[in-house]
C-alpha cells in the first residue's frame, strides 16, 4: 500500500533531535570550546556571591551524581550536574491583589497553547504568585505528560510573575533555549513522568524536592549555541512540512 510522502511523525523526529542533543550527538564538539567544568566553576561563585549578598537562600547540599544515575554518556567536554546546583531563583512571591490597579504579565498554565501572556490587572488575580525575569524558563509541574516548557519573554512594560504551577530555573550563564530544550527532552519527561504526587492524569504533579536533584546534561556554552541553532533549523523544516502536509490535505479532502 503506497503512503502519503509527507504523512510522517514529526513529534517523533523532534524528540529524537532532542535526545540527540542531550547526549552530544546533534553538532561536532569543538577542542576549541571552553569545557563545561569552568562553565559549572563560573556558575558556582555566581551562586556564592547571590548568597553573600543575600539575594538567594543557601541551597541544601546534594549528593556526587553516581554513574548508575547517569543514564547515557555525554562528551568530555560536558559535565553531569543536578538541576539545582545551577539555579539560582530566589523564590520571591508577590500579592497582586494588594495592587489592585497595577498590569502585571502572568505566565499561567492555561494560558500556555497560546504562548502569549496574559496581561492582567492585579485585581483581578486571586492567588500569590512567583516573580520571574526575562530568560527565566518554566517547567510545568501539573501533568508532567505534557511537556509544557516557558521561556520568560525579554520586552514587556510590566512587572512579570507566573503561577505557582511552575517550577522556576533562572541561569543566567546558560544559554535559556538550551535549558528549555533540555527541559523538553525525553530523558528529562522521563524522568518527571516517574516521581509524581496525585493520581489520575490531570491530577499528577512533579515533584520540585525531586525535581531540584534530577542529574542535567550541561554541555559548554559555545555548544550550546550551536545546540539551539541546529534544533531551531531542524524542527522548523518539521514545522514547514507539517503546513504543506496541512494544506495538501485540505486540497485532497
Known sequence: MKTNSLDFDAQALREKIL???????????????????????????????LVKEKKIKKSKSLPEITDDE?????????????????????GKSVHPDKE??????????????TRQPEITVGKEIRSNKQTVEPEDVLLCKINPRINRVWKVGNFTQYETIASTEWIVVRQKEIIP?????????PYFRKLLQSNVSGVGGSLTRAKPVLVRKYPF?????????????????????????EGVRFSYARKIG
Open 19 to 49: 535526545d540527540l542533543a542531550m547526549r552530544g550527538k546533534l553538532v561536532k564538539q569543538d577542542p576549541n570550546d571552553e569545557p563545561a567544568s569552568v562553565l559549572l566553576e563560573k556558575i558556582k561563585a555566581e551562586k556564592a556571591e
Open 70 to 90: 547517569k543514564p547515557f554518556d555525554i562528551p568530555d567536554s560536558w559535565e553531569w550536574v543536578r538541576l539545582d546546583e545551577i539555579n539560582t531563583y530566589n
Open 100 to 113: 489592585p490597579t497595577k498590569n502585571f504579565e502572568l505566565y499561567s498554565v492555561p494560558i500556555y497553547e
Open 177 to 185: 533555549e538550551y535549558l528549555r530544550y533540555a527541559l523538553m527532552s
Open 217 to 241: 546534561p550541561l554541555p559548554p556554552l559555545e555548544e550550546q549555541s550551536r545546540i539551539f541553532y541546529s534544533t531551531i533549523r531542524k524542527t522548523s523544516d518539521f514545522a514547514e512540512v
